[in-house]
Antibody
């Protein structure tokens, strides 16, 4: 069974750095058909893709947030980590990690998400 | 980035109704279009890829069509478990983008 599980802080203050971790099971981060993305949903708003890491370690970022985002992986721990610097209240959102499947080109398995609030 | 626009933003329907949601991209994305269903507090569910191919396990009452810039998601006979928000997502450009969502609620 394929699962993705997000973990991270519940509350951050403005200007702090957000680090969220996605722990995967049931597939390998080195599988050439797979990649993992981070996607967020602010309260009452739409899904917003943030960053992606491919099996070959290539990385892509949302253009508007590229300067603040870093995605990385630890294949030995089956984890994908997203860091976002200098957070602001507008970064309050549920952060999801999702598996991207190469054949379909879609996000076929998602985690349950982790809610991160930014407030002073 | 490719902009995706869905319509309507919300709709009310009854069990058994036929429901159609439209998604438009601001440039030609061929058939690189996916659909998702999202319920509050749950993980989004992958429904359709390639504009019209049902993901494994998705009921046949769901269907997708379109190519280029105009796409539709149709639910042929709405069931109680289908009340949710639906999102389209373009898979043409690696800078993936979603539509703003269409909330389907009970009339």
């Amino acid at each position: 069974q394929v699962t993705l599980t997000e973990s991270g802080p519940v509350l951050l203050k403005p200007t702090e750095t957000l680090t969220v971790t996605c722990t995967v099971s049931g597939f390998s981060l080195s599988d050439s058909r797979m990649g993992v993305s981070w996607i967020r949903q602010p309260p009452g708003k739409a899904l917003e893709w943030l960053a992606h890491i491919f099996s070959n370690d290539a990385k892509f970022y949302r253009k508007s947030l590229k300067s603040r985002l870093t995605i990385s992986r630890d294949t030995s721990k089956s984890q994908v980590v997203l860091t976002m610097t200098n957070v602001d209240p507008v970064d309050t959102a549920t952060y999801y990690c999702a598996r991207h499947e190469g054949m379909t080109g879609g996000f076929d398995i998602w985690g349950q998400g982790t809610l991160v609030s930014v407030s002073s | 980035d490719i902009q995706m626009t869905q319509s309507p933003s919300s709709l009310s329907a009854s069990v058994g109704d036929r429901v159609t949601i439209t998604c438009r991209s601001d440039q030609d994305i061929r058939t690189f279009l996916n659909w998702y269903q999202h319920k509050p507090g749950k993980a989004p569910r992958f429904l359709i890829y390639g504009a019209s191919t049902l993901q494994s396990g998705v009921p046949s009452r769901f269907s997708g069509s379109g190519s280029g810039t105009d796409f539709t998601l149709t639910i042929s006979s709405l069931q109680r478990e289908d009340f949710a928000t639906y999102y389209c997502q373009q898979a043409y450009s690696t800078s993936w983008t979603f539509g703003q969502g269409t909330n389907v609620d009970i009339k």
